[in-house]
């Protein structure tokens, strides 16, 4: 069964440095997504993506953030200086968006330490 | 916010079904409810969607009221490997909708 992959399982900063994390979607999904989730708290909504355009982003998704679909099988999050409050699960998303059909599937996510 | 409303924690014992409950009084005719589990950390997994019909797929079966003001989630043989949180959620499917979680349902299935 196709899935969503994720590199690095986990990746560890320190404040101020950049960050890359990827996403390998499923084969002939359109849409693409980001979440993160804080240690104990809620799955949140970072921002989505279709035909190499950011779709809808959230607050949390500011001026430090960036998504980029650099070649046809990789989804990536950059964050550009981490801070301690970055420190989350990151989560990677894809859906075809067909009619009645149409589900997320998620990656295993990227635990991002930030020191 | 959420637009949904779960209690925070239910149990089962294994080999029962598990019956989550979820409100979604204001869900508008065009939402779909969707529901997804959480085990430990891992990435959300998908479980089950409908929109007005009850549905039932190799995992689990959905059954939502005829005024769509509420639904459950059934698995019909909890097993341990069950024990996750459960969200229910609910959404337009079109383009780039986005999935708001909320609390969920910390489901325990005992042995």
């Known amino acids: 069964e196709p899935e969503v992959t994720q590199t690095p399982s986990h990746q560890v900063t320190q404040m101020g440095q950049e960050v890359i994390l990827r996403c390998v979607p499923i084969s002939n999904h359109l849409y693409f997504y980001w979440y993160r989730q804080i240690l104990g708290q809620k799955v949140e909504f970072l921002v989505s993506?279709?035909?190499?355009?950011?779709?809808?982003k959230s607050e949390i998704f500011d001026d430090q953030f960036s998504v980029e679909r650099p070649d046809g099988s990789n989804f990536t999050l950059k964050i550009r200086s981490t801070k301690l409050e970055d420190s989350a699960m990151y989560f990677c998303a894809s859906s075809d968006n067909s009619p009645s059909t149409d589900t997320q599937y998620f990656g295993p996510g990227t635990r991002l330490t930030v020191l | 916010d959420a637009k949904t409303t779960q209690p925070p924690s239910m149990d089962c014992a294994e080999g029962r079904a598990a019956n989550l409950p979820c409100n979604h009084s204001?869900?508008?005719?065009?939402?779909?409810v969707y529901w997804y589990r959480q085990i430990h950390s891992q990435g959300p997994q998908y479980i089950i969607h409908?929109?007005?019909n009850n549905e039932t797929n190799e995992m689990a079966s959905l059954i939502i009221t005829e005024d769509r003001k509420s639904s459950t989630l059934i698995l019909p043989h909890a097993t341990l490997r069950d024990t996750a949180v459960y969200y229910c959620i609910v959404s337009r499917m079109d383009s780039s909708y986005k999935l708001i979680f909320g609390s969920g349902t910390r489901l325990l299935v005992r042995p």
């Open positions: 409908g929109l007005k």
């Open positions: 204001t869900i508008s005719g065009n939402e779909y």
């Open positions: 993506f279709y035909n190499n355009e950011i779709s809808e």
